[in-house]
């Protein structure tokens, strides 16, 4: 068995009186996709968010396994979760729209690149060791551009790309930050079946060649039963069910949650999303 | 169909034609229609119900023909390609931008040599350049990293301050006390940006317009040490690598300018050497923005402007961006305000009202956020079309409203609103074709 490269354990988050996720515990690993779903308001998205620093949460452990150690991303600010190795992309693409798609790769190399600008003063006298660091720097982002199949549009502001290759350069952008763990929210919304499959290559390409974690919140079932490794499922803010894609196709509470329960459940507290 | 829907068309516009001259009318009634005579008797009201027709006719008028005219026009500019691919119309655009770059920076050195320029032509084209630097200096905050400044004037009273107090108390010259009055700018510039920073938009803006008139508001009240309402005078002139110009030398000073050079005496060769000072801090100010756009710092910036949230998730720790582009426009700021001085001799508070920040942000503005040429373009507009507007008296500010209405309904994204991106895929493919393998 390969280690965990992350675990969370009992994280509970709250806003006032309402408990978005409810003592949620479990695990992802390097090389492998797990999958988080849910219903609508389950709490999904509010788990990544308190993964990347955008939330503290009320109580609980999230740590990562890193190279050089544990570290506990419950008490970091977002920009340093994510310089720890730590990607995420958005349920509503959140690229720069008016910079080239190049540009958003190679902002995605900000912190290795500040290093080598000197802090922008090497960078302001042309360093030698800073070109090269650039030059190297565009030859990464123009090989995840033509992974994900857009390199002839590089110079293409990335708010005029279709759809669909919007959500492939966050993807691409997301994996610029050489990361250890990839939080991908929703990637295959609003594509259609031929780039859903496209994606499911793209991310099993990454589990292989890269062989870092991905975690993948998404309600497209053929990419959730068609790749992941591991499903944890949630629903109103508790895991109700964990296991491979197969198990947990045939769970009763797992069909419970998607397929709706009694009436009176219904009115109990419903989970932030 | 067609005549039908142009009818319905044409309706409109002349019910929206109406509302204009309506509202003109009541602004235009009391405004103009009446006006105050001193006359032997006293004061006398005299109507002018003609102008008030005139002026309502212009709008009624100016208004259909805005409303019916553009459609056609604004059909084919949407049309074009929002987004131009990179290749040979990008290719072209790049290459107009760099001639007119060198047109105008050729320009701008010869100027002071061609027959027509006189004391008033370099005296103004030295105000446009005190403007184009101080939008440059604001097109970094605003511009490239977003953040809407409404005190950056604050900076440049701090740099005009810096500069006459240390020059009257510690005896330095202009060449010692620019750098220190850039670095006063820049110090003001983190104390402001520090807790400031974590605001966003229109807060931002707020706490910034704040700050402007609290660093007014205290040189004007600090009179032991600012000088108050009346202001610093003697500011010491800039003088040519220790020659001062000067008509006569003074006792045991080092000879004047005109002299060592063999020159006749003329208060023209300051205004010039003043010129080229402030040529060369503009220029000094713009190559430095062109280059850090082109570091990870200015490629942060843009990224924060975009999205900050996203920027957050790359691992761009945004005060520390934020913080720098505050520094660096304010130091730019300084750097003005430290020629401003040495270039009046006098400062007072009230060069340093909420006018200029304006002006400045309207300079960035209108330029097209982000631009360069678009600031210099803005700039001269604004500074010399109130010049040329002296001759029409009282309605000199309703001109320059009415021209930057009509900017900003014409280009609503400011004159240059194109964005030239940091870095081509494009361009080092082909020269790593045509190079040396």
Known sequence: MTPDLLNVEHLTMRFGGLTAIDDLSFAAKAGAITALIGPNGAGKTTVFNCLTGFYKPSIGRLALHHAAGELLLEQMDGFRIARSGVARTFQNIRLFPRMTALENLIVAQHNPLMRASAYTLGGLVGLPSFRRAEDAAIDFAAEWLERVGLLDRADDEAGSLPYGAQRKLEIARAMCTRPALLCLDEPAAGLNPRESAELNRLLVGIRERERIGILLIEHDMSVVMGISDHVVVLDYGRCIAAGPPAAIRRDPAVIRAYLGEPAEDEMAARGGG | ?437
């Open chain 2, 1 to 437: 169909m067609a005549t039908a829907a142009r009818q319905s068309r044409t309706v409109a516009a002349l019910k929206e034609s109406g509302t204009a001259a309506l509202v003109a009318f009541a602004l235009a009634f009391p405004l103009i229609g009446f006006q105050t005579v001193e006359m032997s008797g006293g004061l006398t009201v005299r109507t002018r119900f003609d102008w008030v027709a005139i002026g309502v006719a212009i709008v009624f008028i100016g208004r259909l023909a805005l409303a019916l005219w553009p459609q056609e026009w604004k059909w084919r500019q949407r049309r074009e390609p929002r987004h131009v691919a990179g290749g040979a119309r990008a290719d072209a655009a790049r290459n107009v931008a760099r001639f007119a770059a060198f047109a105008g920076v050729s320009f701008a050195i010869v100027l002071p040599f061609l027959p027509f320029a006189d004391r008033y032509i370099v005296d103004l084209a030295t105000t446009v350049l005190i403007y184009v630097m101080l939008g440059w200096g604001l097109n970094i905050v605003v511009g490239l990293a977003g953040l809407l400044d409404l005190g950056y004037v604050a900076f440049y009273a701090v740099g005009a301050y810096s500069f006459a107090l240390l020059a009257r108390n510690f005896d330095l010259n202009f060449w010692e006390c620019l750098p220190l009055a850039g670095v006063f700018a820049a110090t003001f510039g983190v104390l402001l940006g520090f807790p400031v920073l974590r605001l966003r938009g229109d807060y931002l803006a707020i706490v910034t317009l704040g700050f402007g008139e609290m660093i007014r508001i205290i040189l004007i009240n600090w009179g032991s040490f600012t000088g108050g309402p009346n202001g610093l005078t003697s500011i010491p002139r800039p003088s040519f690598f220790g020659l001062p110009f000067a008509r006569e030398a003074e006792a045991g000073g080092p000879i004047p300018f005109h002299e060592f050079f063999g020159l006749d005496y003329s208060p023209l060769h300051r205004l010039i050497f003043l010129y080229f000072i402030i040529l060369a801090l503009a220029l000094i100010t713009n190559a430095f923005t062109l280059r850090i756009r082109r570091l990870p710092v200015g490629r942060a910036w843009e990224a924060l402007r975009e999205d900050e949230i996203a920027s957050r998730a790359l691992g761009i720790n945004p005060t520390n961006t934020k913080l720098t582009a505050f520094a660096i426009g304010a130091m730019f700021g300084g750097f003005a305000g430290s020629f401003f001085a040495t270039r009046q001799g006098f400062i007072s508070p009230e060069s340093f009202t909420f006018l200029e920040s304006a002006l400045i942000l309207a300079i960035v503005v209108l330029g097209g956020m982000g631009s360069q040429v678009g600031v210099v373009i803005a700039a001269t507009l604004l500074v010399v079309l109130p010049e040329f507007g002296r001759q029409f008296a009282e309605f000199r500010m309703v001109l320059f409203g009415a021209a930057m209405i009509a900017i900003m309904v014409w280009r609503p994204h400011g004159l240059l609103a194109r964005r030239e991106p940091t870095i081509r895929l494009d361009g080092r493919r082909r020269r790593a074709q045509a190079g040396p393998a």
